[in-house]
Each structure stands twice: as structure tokens, then as C-alpha cells.
């Protein structure tokens, strides 16, 4: 007996309970259908949103303005963005089964090391360091290194390093100290002083050559900023207007201040001195 002779079969009670358990199974169906469909629906959005947002941290790591790579179990590099293949020279396969040990400059390691350890012990959360880093010709380059922690507390150990690159900035400071060093050189041999001040009436001294103490007998650091005495003091009193009107006039007309005057040493002994200058 198929189902519609069944059907035909029952009487109307009968009808209307079959009817009734019949339009409840098709309900239940429809409800897990649209369930599983919501379902599928909701998992794809999230997709949809996780592999948007991961796209945009992408995005994010490789237009940064400085080297970034991510490092799993101390030595392990999982990635590194573009700027960090800039600074280096090398690329994200240069890295593969490297450590920064190998590609640190050995007089920078000791340092490096022991901040590492201590950063491996759970001492320290992170540390920066100035450091030379071995570039894709084999040469070295200045940089400075940022380690903060990613993942520290699970199975797998994950870090990041941040690298600046300061190369021309050391280079730089480097020819600074040359040219100080060289300028100290020549001002401590000159027969006279050189000296930078203020321009105003005690012409508040800024800096001044160690000849100073052989032409007037006062300590230089007597004098800056006027610690125990101006420069003025030195001038006799009837020179002092003479001098400052002098370099007025020097100033505005743009032009170099020449004048002979005298000054009074510590040893109460008049000196006259040639004084060349310029704004």
C-alpha cells in the first residue's frame, strides 16, 4: 500500500492528524535548512571579515616607515616587511635559517646579548639598541633596533624587531666630533682667543678658546654666562660705549668689526688687544 492509498484510506480525524505531522516535519526541515544556511552565511561573513582585516594589517606592515620583522623561538624569522629589505639590501629568502647573531657587527654583541637574555628570561618586556647590521654586500650599517613581545607566554615563543635605519645620522655625528675635534685643535693653538657671546651690554660670553687664560689670567669658566664677571668688566670704562657703538654700526651695515682697544688682566696690567669679529 503506497502513501496515497493510505491517505485515501484514513478517516477526516484521522486526515487531519497526518496533515498536521506532515506540515511539522516540513516546518522543522525548513527551519534547520534556513538554520544551516544562516549558518553559512554568518561563517562567511566572518571570513569575509577576518581575511579583510588581515589584509589591511598587511597593508599596514609593509607601508611602515620602518624595518619590521616577526621572529618565532629567538631565531626563527616568520617575515619581514619591504623597509626592512630596503635598509638590509636583502631579501625575505636571505633570512631563511639566519640569526642576528650572524648578522651583527661582533663588537655590538656583547651589549646585544646580554639585553637579549634578560629579554629570553622574562627580565626585561623589550629593550632598543644602536647596533651594526650586516647589509647584503656583506658590509655593515647602523640601526636602531626595537624588541617587543608578540606571544611570549605559549608553546612557540613570538617577537618583533623594529629597525630604524641611522646610518647617515652616526655618520653625521661622526663628522660633528671630527670638525669639534679639529676646531679644538686649531683654537687652542692660536696666539689670541676666539669667543662666541651675546649681543647685548656684558656681551655674555657663550664660549671661549683656552687662550683665554694666558692673555687676561681669568678662568674660561668664570666667565660664561657671566658666572663671577662679564667681559665688559675688562674694558676700561671710557672704551665700552666706543666698542658697542662700533659693533652697532658693524651689524647694521651688514659689514666686519675691527677695533684696537685695551683690557685690564687679573693682574690689574692694562693689555691691548685687536679684536675681528662678525655677526
Known sequence: MNIINLIANLNDDSYMIFLAVFLL?????TLILINKNKKIIINSNKYK??????????????????GISVIKNFNEVLYVNKKHMEITGKNREDFTGKTWIELTHPDDLEKDIELFEKFKKGEIEGYNIEKRYMNVNGSYIWVKLTIHPLDMKGKDKIYIAL?????????????????????SILLSNLPGIAYRCKFDRDWTMKFISEGWYNLTGYKVEDLIDNKKMSFN???????REKIWNRWVKAIELQEKFIYEYPIITANNEEKWVLEQGQA
Open 25 to 29: 516535519i516540513i516546518l522543522v526541515l
Open 163 to 183: 629597525m630604524e635605519d641611522i646610518d647617515e645620522k652616526i655618520s653625521a655625528k661622526a663628522e660633528l666630533m671630527e670638525s669639534e675635534r679639529n676646531k
Open 49 to 66: 571579515e577576518l581575511e579583510k582585516r588581515n589584509n589591511l594589517f598587511e597593508t599596514l606592515f609593509e607601508k611602515m616607515p620602518v
Open 233 to 239: 668688566d675688562l674694558i676700561p670704562e671710557e672704551f
